[in-house]
């Protein structure tokens, strides 16, 4: 079945820096890659998502790319902001396992 | 006005006892889920539901069991609660049953079993 290794756990960036977080799958039948932002005592939100015939996507200060031969992805966000402080979720979907999610990233945004 | 509303938003109950947890879409979307977030936030889905299908993740318990009244609905029975059932319980739905595509979560419901 489907495995998303999700890195790192935990984020710590000053404001205005960027922030990188980073995601590997393992079934090569997997072709959408969304990205979920979790604020503390919500649910899930999509923030952005990437398909397999596209190689980076763009939103304002957010950003993921794809290595479909490689299998790894990754979220981008630059210029960060106190309201960035969230977890992150990076998933895969399209296989036969359903969406499967990386074990998240609690990004801190430090002031 | 919500998409994917599920109540009660925190459930405290002791061992042994049967809960529901109810979630509703206004979305029009032909799939609901289920997913458990422990204390690690880890995401796992218990159940996908279309009213054609029920898929049930191996690794649910059988006293855990999806009832959907219509397709807006999906809602969550718990039997004979456990200490290892505290846990986060979003609902989420989505527009097709694929997996290539975005789903909506509902706000969660914290459940805590004394």
């Given at each position: 079945g489907e495995n998303v290794e999700q890195h790192p756990s935990t984020l710590s960036v000053q404001e205005g820096d960027s922030a990188v977080i980073k995601c590997t799958y393992s079934d090569?039948?997997?072709n959408y890659f969304p990205w979920y932002k979790q604020e503390l005592g919500k649910g899930p939100q999509l923030i952005i998502d990437i398909r397999s015939n596209v190689g980076e996507k763009k939103d304002q200060r957010i950003a993921v790319t794809l290595n479909k031969t490689a299998k790894h992805f990754s979220l981008h966000i630059t210029?960060?902001?106190?309201?960035?402080s969230a977890v992150y979720f990076c998933a895969a979907g399209?296989?036969?396992?359903?969406l499967t999610f990386g074990k998240g990233t609690h990004l801190i945004i430090q002031p | 006005d919500t998409a994917v509303s599920q109540t009660p938003k925190y459930l405290v109950t002791q061992m042994g006892n049967d809960k529901s947890i109810k979630c509703e879409q206004?979305?029009?979307?032909d799939t609901m889920y289920w997913y458990k977030q422990d204390s690690k936030k880890f995401l796992k889905i218990m159940f996908s539901y279309n009213n054609k299908e029920l898929i049930i993740n191996?690794?649910?318990?059988?006293r855990f069991s999806p009832k959907s009244p219509d397709k807006a609905h999906l809602n969550l029975h718990i039997n004979s609660?456990?200490?290892?059932?505290?846990a986060v319980y979003f609902c989420a739905s989505s527009?097709?049953?694929?997996?290539?595509t975005e789903a909506f979560f509902g706000q969660g419901t914290r459940l805590t079993v004394v």
């Open positions: 090569s039948a997997s210029e960060t902001q106190p309201e960035d399209g296989g036969a396992d359903g | 206004n979305l029009g979307h191996e690794t649910v318990p059988n609660l456990e200490l290892g059932d505290s527009l097709t049953g694929t997996s290539d």
